[in-house]
């Protein structure tokens, strides 16, 4: 069956960096446009980044242009997010999401807590 299952996440301190990783299976990962998604306590769930099928293009939200770097390894299934100088506000459930036409799989979320 379908699986996206994240991983990485973790308590840091701001301005620390962590690297999340999305394991894919059950479905063709090389033809799907991959997401990370978060959402914060009390808020509505945001696209942070998101890359093409081979890892060609890629578009990230403003607030975390410049710190953060999606990436994917077709061989291995995996997509990635390294997240750097990390802020407060970058607290959340990280999601990652596969993206074909129609079809939309989701993850099951890793928390990230930045916090001193």
């Known amino acids: 069956q379908v699986q996206l299952v994240e991983s990485g996440g973790d308590l840091v301190q701001p301005g620390g960096s962590l690297r999340l990783s999305c394991a894919a299976s059950g479905f063709t990962f090389t033809i799907y446009a991959m997401s990370w998604y978060r959402q914060a306590p009390g808020k509505e769930r945001e696209l942070v980044a998101t890359?093409?099928?081979?890892?060609?293009?890629?578009s990230y939200a403003d607030s975390v242009k410049g710190r953060f770097t999606i990436s994917r390894d077709n061989a291995k299934n995996t997509v990635y997010l390294q997240m750097n100088s990390l802020k407060p506000e970058d607290t959340a459930v990280y999601y990652c999401?596969?993206?074909?036409?129609?079809?939309?799989?989701w993850g099951q979320g890793t928390q990230v807590t930045v916090s001193s």
């Open positions: 999401r596969g993206t074909y036409g129609s079809r939309r799989f």
């Open positions: 890359i093409n099928s081979v890892g060609g293009s890629t």
